[in-house]
Nanobody, 119 residues
């Protein structure tokens, strides 16, 4: 079993910064891609940023220039540094990881962390 635990969410004023952390634990041979998604009530979950095991990153247009995704050297944690936050960034942020466990690939989600940006 693999668990993803997000942390770092909270309330911040517009223009402020937050850094989210996603920590993976369990039976993990390797983690391929890790990503951050967000969701607001009534809307579909959307990709914010992703990073492969080789360090290749991808960002949603709304995140480009403001957010930075990274992974630690052990490749089991991912971070999302969010700067210049806007009220429209308010959402529940979820971490997703594509994990190689016992030779098969599985997709896991964290429980989510709330980010609220006040105007």
């Amino acid at each position: 079993q693999v668990q993803l635990v997000e942390s770092g969410g909270g309330l911040v004023q517009a223009g402020g910064s937050l850094t989210l952390t996603c920590a993976a634990s369990g039976i993990i041979f390797s983690i391929y891609t890790m990503g951050w998604y967000r969701q607001t009530p009534g809307k579909e979950r959307e990709l914010v940023a992703s990073i492969t095991s080789s360090g290749r990153t991808m960002y949603a247009d709304s995140a480009k220039g403001r957010f930075t995704i990274s992974r630690d050297s052990a490749q089991k944690s991912a971070y999302l540094e969010m700067n210049s936050l806007k009220p429209e960034d308010t959402a529940v942020y979820y971490c997703k990881a594509n994990v190689n466990s016992y030779g098969s690939e599985f997709r896991y989600w964290g429980q989510g962390t709330q980010v609220t940006v006040s105007s």
